[in-house]
């Protein structure tokens, strides 16, 4: 069942996509060669602590730490660890917070140090699918419109977009209906119109090679990766559907 939001409701959440952004924030300013995972989650979670947040990724469904960390060709689901990360890597990093009881969502794919060139071109796509998929949340349209958006302009770009895991709506609950897929070929069941007070976290996840994913156990949970161990990056917005169109809620 899709739950719209009050006005109140989406002020709230606009508050928790502010101390999202703000965690974000001081990650980027943070993240360099040498750092590990772990670092970046002590500098999300106390940016998050202060501003009178909490995780909403601990414990979730047995998940074991505060933010998703996922390196490389992992894909979503990394959990910070002792890894150091290098040169010329690519970190994934997905920040979830509880705020006043709302939840604010938000992934930005980062690079360490000086990456390749193609390591950004492929940052690059996985951005602007993001934005080309947030101008198309408007109340004239459906949720395939945004799917539709994400797939052609990544794809159109050379990469593949993952099929297995997908956005959400969001709002006192992390994963509430509509699933919000990056695709649209295989066929749609359901397409939802988008209304006004729809909050939906949309998140494409982006590959250099193959859409296919694989899981490898850490610490007892399922880490996604790609099949080819290709590279993969992720970016992701909370963004409410409005009167006349949308506002990105996770934002400073
Ligand atoms: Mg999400």
Redesign the pocket.
């Known amino acids: 069942m899709i739950k719209r939001k009050s006005r109140e409701e989406i002020d709230i959440m606009r508050e928790a996509g502010r101390v999202v952004a703000g965690a974000h924030k001081a990650v980027e300013e943070a993240i360099r060669p040498g750092l590990t995972t772990l670092d970046l989650e002590k500098i999300a979670l106390d940016f998050m602590v202060n501003a009178g947040g909490e995780s909403a990724f601990k414990n979730y469904r047995g998940f074991p730490g505060y933010i998703c960390t996922s390196v490389n060709e992992e894909i979503v689901h990394g959990i910070p660890s002792k890894r150091r990360l290098a040169e010329g890597d690519v970190v994934s990093v997905?920040i979830?917070v509880r705020f006043k009881g709302y939840i604010g969502?938000?992934?930005v794919t980062y690079p360490v140090g000086q990456i390749s060139e193609d390591a950004q071109r492929l940052l690059d796509a996985c951005r602007i699918s993001l934005e080309q998929g947030i101008e198309k949340v408007h109340p004239d349209h459906h949720l395939s419109d945004v799917s539709r958006a994400i797939q052609s302009y990544a794809e159109g770009q050379g990469y593949s977009v993952v099929r297995e895991y997908t956005?959400?709506g969001?709002g006192r609950e992390?994963?509430e209906d509509p699933q919000v897929p990056n695709y649209v070929n295989g066929g749609w069941g359901f397409d939802p119109k988008l209304k006004p007070g729809l909050v939906i976290?949309i998140?494409p996840m982006v590959n250099c090679g193959t859409h296919e994913t694989d899981r490898i156990v850490r610490q007892g949970w399922d880490v996604v990766i790609t099949r080819d161990r290709k590279l993969s990056a992720h970016f992701?917005h909370?963004v409410a559907v409005t009167e006349e169109g949308h506002e990105v809620l996770t934002q400073l």
């Open positions: 997905d979830g969502d938000m992934a956005g959400h969001v992390m994963h976290a998140e992701e909370t």
